[in-house]
């Protein structure tokens, strides 16, 4: 933790929480003329697309697991260099995943490679990591000791599978490959995504109202609409009038003393309401501490690097 150079951490699976998260922050930022440096989880993936393919299949055949949940797919140790560097110059090496045809050709790439590493620009407020591993702790790595805001994004464990599901088909896979799929991913998932929830500051769960019991077999993933979200104030509920927050968003309520449930429509409200002191309390102490009195308004704001990079 730096509270200079101060790190927030999304961490989670799930492509749409994350996203709205990120939604959300952007709009903080843009109104307290916040600059952050905008890091992918998947930018520090083992393996692009096709290397990929060719070692899930060498692994099933060695009866071994392999996936972009678990450290065998990814470079954990690069990312925690990442955050130890950021923590102590505002600055650190990072890469794209180039998810996207329009993305990989502006950078003259394939869809599938990852960009060279680059520096990131110094004239930041914050970094803002968006990706599986916010809070992973594997053997000597322990990324979850960096993030001086971790925010855990998770989905019920069949509407995890349901979206993931929905994405691969899309993607062409098979209703067979996606079942394989769904197994390589299982053990890492149990090993070193749910953990991690466990160390976050608060956590956003969206819990479906809906029938998602056989996740292999749905007509339509379920919106936010159909889902209520539950918030676990977890390290932070001494910092909260619950009381004021339940008259802030509505139809919430409270179902123990740190956790709240509201309708996913209010999801991004919520989480703008809920967050916004706790990343004015960051900048505040890092401007203090850098000497900004004042922040001219042509600097700009906003998250920078997005680069169609929300997509896990």
């Known amino acids: 933790m730096s509270a200079e150079f101060p790190i927030v951490a999304i961490t989670g699976a799930s492509d749409h929480s994350t996203t709205t998260i990120t939604q959300a922050l952007q709009h903080i930022f843009y109104r307290e003329r916040i600059k952050a440096v905008y890091v992918s989880g998947s930018g520090f993936h083992r393996y692009d697309r096709k290397t990929m393919r060719a070692e899930l299949l060498k692994a099933r055949q060695e009866e071994r697991n392999l996936s972009h949940f678990g450290p065998e797919g990814n470079h954990f140790d690069k990312l925690e260099s990442l955050f130890f560097q950021y923590a102590a110059t505002g600055t650190g090496q990072f890469r794209y995943y180039l998810h996207s045809d329009q993305f990989a050709q502006e950078i003259g790439l394939e869809p599938g490679t990852f960009s060279p590493w680059q520096q990131m620009d110094p004239d930041n407020d914050l970094l803002l990591y968006r990706g599986l591993h916010g809070a992973v702790i594997h053997g000597d790595v322990d990324i979850s000791s960096y993030p001086d805001l971790l925010i855990g994004a998770i989905p019920s464990i069949n ?154």
């Open 159 to 312: 509407l995890e599978m349901m979206r993931r599901i929905d994405r691969d088909l899309k993607q062409g896979l098979s209703h067979e490959e996606v079942r394989q799929v769904v197994l390589d991913r299982l053990s890492d998932y149990v090993n070193y995504i749910t953990p991690q929830f466990g160390r976050t500051h608060i956590n956003f769960q969206i819990m479906p109202m809906v029938d998602t019991s056989n996740p292999f077999q749905f007509e339509e993933v379920p919106s936010l609409d159909e889902c209520y979200i539950v918030i676990h104030f977890q390290k932070i509920a001494k910092r909260f009038e619950m009381p004021r927050l339940l008259k802030l968003i509505p139809n919430a309520f409270m179902t123990r003393r740190d956790q709240m449930v509201m309708p996913g429509a209010q999801m991004k409200t919520a989480i703008e309401i809920i967050l916004m002191p706790l990343i004015q309390e960051l900048i505040a102490e890092s401007r203090r501490i850098k000497g900004i009195a004042e922040v001219a308004p042509e600097r700009g704001a906003g998250i920078l690097g997005f680069k169609g990079q929300l997509v896990l």
